[in-house]
């Protein structure tokens, strides 16, 4: 799938509906719309760093939090003797997540570490070092701002000319550019619409489909459910 910039937005409304959008304000209007239809273009991110102040400051394009751990070794021990696990138990841990190395991206040696949020920080009871976070971030580009697809970039063109006219037609108190206001969110919804839905549907995601148009058992022996087209 082709990714778009941005800023591509800004010249499809020019070409499309012959606006020249406020520069000032685009990118904030923008994201408002690319908010609205919901799609995120996500990767898998692997952040290490040190805490200050017991905080961690988020990238900016986090989306999901999968998990957050640090080195320590996560163990008990069963004697009454020695506080810390002895060697011969580091040692027998090592071997055993040596085993667990790259058998699932959302694992990591260490312990899991408790945290809340607090904006873009997460806070922590005490220091650590060399923690880990794994989470699902938006794709961007250098700027900060997300791809978009060429079904976005169409929609988000309406959405930005629509804001654009009806925030003109109440500042002149125009009912004419009230109606052109009205055509063009007819439009902004219709592609939104269109923004929303996949170039293509895989066979993994027709499967969840035809389960909900028919039935959950519809692949049980002797029963046939076909959907409604």
Known sequence: MKNN??????????????????????EDICLSGWELIGNRQTALYKYTTNTEDKKIKLPCNVDMIEVVVAPNVEAQTSSNIMVYPNIYNQWIEGYIESWKKNKNVFYDKGMMLKYRQEGENLVFDRDYNNVTIIYHGVIVDDDGLPYLNDKEVAALAAYCTYMDIYKQSLIRRDGGLFQLATAA?????????????????????????????????????????????
């Open 5 to 26: 910039s941005f800023n591509s937005v800004y010249s499809q409304a020019n070409i499309l509906y012959g606006t020249t959008l406020d520069t000032t304000n685009f």
């Open 185 to 229: 969110k007819n439009d902004w919804l219709r592609l939104c619409n269109s923004a929303r839905i996949p170039k293509h549907l895989d066979q993994n995601l027709m499967n969840d489909i035809l389960d909900v148009k028919t039935r959950w058992d519809r692949k049980m022996y002797g029963k046939s459910f076909h959907p409604v087209l």
